[in-house]
């Protein structure tokens, strides 16, 4: 059984910052790759970046530029730094921890509300 769980979404001024978190438990051993995507009201839920557990990075269009994510495998601990918030970054923020072969693993969501 693998456990995703999100935290430190919320609500930030338009510019501000947020650093959610997605600490994984469970079955995770192996190679994976970790992401966050996000969904806003009335659209697809779409890639803001992954890190794989090799240290790979890479970023969705939405993640490019503004948000950096990193891991710490010891914590088995993804994070998503997100500055220059702008209202459209407004959305669900799931994650992700792919393992391949063994299977694909969703959190719950965390949400983000950028203010104008």
């Known amino acids: 059984q693998v456990q995703l769980v999100e935290s430190g979404g919320g609500l930030v001024q338009a510019g501000g910052s947020l650093r959610p978190s997605c600490a994984a438990s469970?079955?995770?051993?192996?190679?994976?790759?970790t992401g966050w995507y996000r969904q806003a009201p009335g659209k697809q839920r779409e890639l803001v970046a992954a890190?794989?557990?090799?240290?790979?990075?890479y970023y969705g269009d939405s993640g490019k530029g503004r948000f950096t994510i990193s891991r710490d495998n010891a914590k088995n601990t993804v994070y998503l730094q997100m500055s220059g918030l702008k209202t459209e970054d407004t959305a669900v923020y799931y994650c992700?921890?792919?393992?391949?072969?063994?299977?694909?693993?969703w959190g719950q969501g965390t949400q983000v509300t950028v203010s104008s």
């Open positions: 992700n921890l792919d393992r391949y072969k063994l299977g694909s693993h």
């Open positions: 469970g079955r995770i051993s192996g190679s994976n790759t």
């Open positions: 890190a794989t557990s090799g240290g790979t990075t």
